[in-house]
């Protein structure tokens, strides 16, 4: 079946069963690579995409019923690195970085709802994106970084 996508600003026809999770399309069909497989079950939040503006777990969203611009982590900073990118990087948040592409797209959501949140804002936001490296202090302090340099209206 033909399926019409519009991805980072793309628009893309795709052969791919309705049911097949949008996950496997990005990376399979697409080769946005970039979107992770972690757990399947939606419980981790590597696969973490946006869909109109919205975080939504890919790996359980079955490309059918996406109604709505997909953005992955490559179409965030296609401008160059946005500031949540930048901020990463600044605290050297990644370790092992499997995870980090779904963090990101989870807390650009986060501060497109709330421009300046607390630590408790940030926790129960992120709660459901894990890493098994344990950076999530790094996380936090990047997501504070990210969000002053938001509201600055600048990069780093």
């Not at 981790?44 to 359980?60: E, I």
């Not at 497109?112 to 996380?139: F, H, K, Q």
């Amino acid at each position: 079946m033909t399926i019409s996508l519009t991805v980072n600003g793309t628009a893309f026809e795709v052969q791919a069963a309705p049911e097949t999770p949008l996950l496997w399309v990005l990376r399979d069909e697409l080769g946005l690579t970039g979107t992770k497989f972690g757990c399947g079950v939606a419980a981790c939040g590597a696969c973490t995409v946006h869909v109109d503006g919205v975080a939504l777990r890919s790996c359980q969203l079955p490309v059918g019923d996406v109604a709505g611009d997909v953005t992955t982590i490559e179409g965030l900073g296609a401008q160059g690195l946005a500031p949540l990118q930048e901020a990463w990087i600044r605290h050297q948040v990644a370790q092992c970085g499997y995870c980090q592409s779904g963090q990101i797209m989870q807390a650009a959501d986060l501060l497109a709802a709330v421009p300046d949140p607390t630590d408790a804002e940030i926790d129960d936001a992120m709660g459901g994106n894990l890493c098994r490296c344990g950076s999530y202090s790094a996380i936090r302090a990047a997501i504070h970084d990210a969000a002053r340099m938001m509201r600055e209206g600048g990069a780093g």
